[in-house]
């Protein structure tokens, strides 16, 4: 049974990188049917917020991803991670060592005169026929990961293939320091372990961490997951992705608009493919995400096609769900969308051809509902040096409103009259009735675009003229 946990250390917002990789997790649990774990990584109580949490928490919900289990705090697992050290110690697999800051920085500091790499010197290491030295008094001691010191530790990477790292490499991990709390990488193997995690996905920068992860796990007797390291994501320019890049909180996408579909479905893209697929759903994901064809090479962050593929989930939204998604925005503007005024969802639908994002989307919408602020330029070219017949043509056209069915096509016939009767082309006229209503001198179709405003409105708008 497959088990994957997304384990976030809540130090800030769940960030694009996070959200890839909470993404990948939740997919690969979903395509075999298994189990999907939210773990906050919080021990670290200095960098860790609970305004970060929630953050992590909001962006999850905003994705989509639902955990199956969690989320699990590991500041509410102090009492189990005592516990296993404490077994450790009696078994034997790790081991209590009194170096002092001092004696640690003389080690290193002689072995950096020699030219070696500072690493612990095993002093405090208990080993057959070897006795210790007498622990010193008014030193409180730390915990001791005893690491295999022959041999390799090596896994089968689900992404990157066979690593391996020499244990010579890999110093006695502290795993407690000297006031009894656990550190990072042992606190994840416990979890790991508790959890049942049979498959840890994660971001490359854990590779290192992965050779200790897996000789604590096999010290403890514990069964090793699979593990998939899960390459950077790079800004545009190829440098690492940061806040200079733009948009970098997975909530920030919200505010800008994008739908959670379209950011699912970029994210997937991000570094996996599935032969040519571009555009795909949640569940086409889910079918196809079997832990192959994750790239190994950095992808890199397109802001382009991000809002390419929103621009393609706004159109396949329904002008009803839009108009319930616009709506708020406006409203946050403090943009009344009063009943009697134009129907939201009738706008939406008018204007979602031409908006990428939500909050485009709302910035068009607004015309409906706010009075046209019309540009003087707008006004010099259109209206006041408009053929003489405009005036007239004008108040025709009102006159024939009035009585008009408010339906596009009604509305289309009475322009056409119009222009007949007083000699006009479209443009004429269709431009100028543009500006007085909505204030601008493009938009969808305006006989669509009149029948979507209140008669009386329109009536009065084009009598200002
Ligand atoms: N808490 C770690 C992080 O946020 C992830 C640990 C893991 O996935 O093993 O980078």
Known sequence: MVRTRFAPSPTGFLHIGGARTALFAWA???????TFILRIEDTDRERSTPAATQA???GMRWLGLDADEGPYYQTQRMDRYREVIAQMLEEGTAYRCWCTREELEAMRAAQEARGLKPRYDGRWRPEPGRTLPEP???VDPVVRFRNPLAGATGWNDLVKGPIAFDNAELDDLIIARSDGTPTYNFCVVVDDRDMRITHVLRGDDHVNNTPRQINILRALGAPVPEYGHLPMIHGPDGQKLSKRHGAVSVMQYDDDGYLPEAVVNYLA?????HGDEEVFTREQLVQWFDGS???RSPSRFDFDKLRWLNAHYLKATSDADLAVLVRPRLEAEGVSIAAGN?????VCGLLKERAQTLKELAAQARMFYTEPAIDDDDRARHLDSAPPALAGALGGFAAKLESSDWTAAAIGAALKATLADHGLKMPQLAVPVRLLVFGVTQTPSVDAMLAAMPRETVLARLRSG
């Open 293 to 295: 064809h994750i790239s």
């Open 342 to 346: 134009a129907d939201l969802a009738l």
């Open 56 to 58: 992590i928490l909001d």
């Open 269 to 273: 893209r991000l570094g996996w493919s």
């Open 28 to 34: 690969y649990a979903r395509h075999y049917g298994g």
């Open 136 to 138: 010193p008094t008014g």
